[in-house]
């Protein structure tokens, strides 16, 4: 599996999100999408790391760690999105409610910035600084890819 693949799994599992969130069986399939996507990119971030046996053990419990983690984050941007949705569909921006979303939006990129920061240290104490730059642009790269797909799926602010 390659990385584009992976992007490409990871920026339709969170496209699919808004679309799926309405439906039960739907809520389902995603479940089953964002497994598969995760499964895709964990063998994705082995290929290209080229790890020794020793590195990975001690890499995957921290890589396994981080994803956790993200998971929280990826839960407040899509809340913060969800939130956005709701008001823009209903018309219902205000200014209020906009300066709130964009409080949230900054402190979602801060806590996922400050969370990079935390994984990287803790990288930096068992892998070589290559390999530890090599994982965060591996990582950066599919976030990217992510907020690249939202960018364009979001309209702006009425």
Known sequence: MTIPRVLFLCVVAF???PIMAQDKPADTNMQILLEKVKADKKVVVAANMGLTEAEGQAFWPIYDSYQKDL???NARI???IYSYAEAYNKNALTDDAAQQ???ENIENDLAELNLRRTYAA???RVLPAKKVAR???IESKIRAA???DLATAIPLAP
């Open 135 to 137: 994982y965060l642009q």
């Open 101 to 103: 979303l964009t409080v």
């Open 146 to 148: 992510i907020r690249f």
């Open 122 to 124: 803790r990288l930096a």
């Open 71 to 73: 998971q929280v984050v």
């Open 15 to 17: 496209a699919a999100v």
């Open 78 to 80: 899509k809340n913060t």
